[in-house]
């Protein structure tokens, strides 16, 4: 059976389908596709948080 020149097109075109298909669901092409930059989360300036303060074991309770 001889190759026929529509089935080659079709067959190449699948492949190319299913690969750009993979592509993007893995993320490959978000940088391609999202133009916008991630957004910032838990973004604080500098000064406005104070550091946690350790308080001393009470006594008798330990080991």
Avoid at 26 to 38: F, H, K, Q
Wanted: net charge negative; glycine share 12%; aromatic share 4%.
């Amino acid at each position: 059976m001889a190759i026929n020149p529509l089935k080659a097109l079709l067959f190449t075109a699948g492949g190319a389908i299913a690969a750009v298909g993979t592509a993007y669901v893995s993320g490959a092409l978000d940088p391609y596709l999202n133009r916008t930059p991630p957004a910032e989360i838990a973004a604080l300036a500098p000064g406005e948080t104070k550091p946690a303060e350790t308080k001393a074991a009470d006594q008798g309770t330990e080991g």
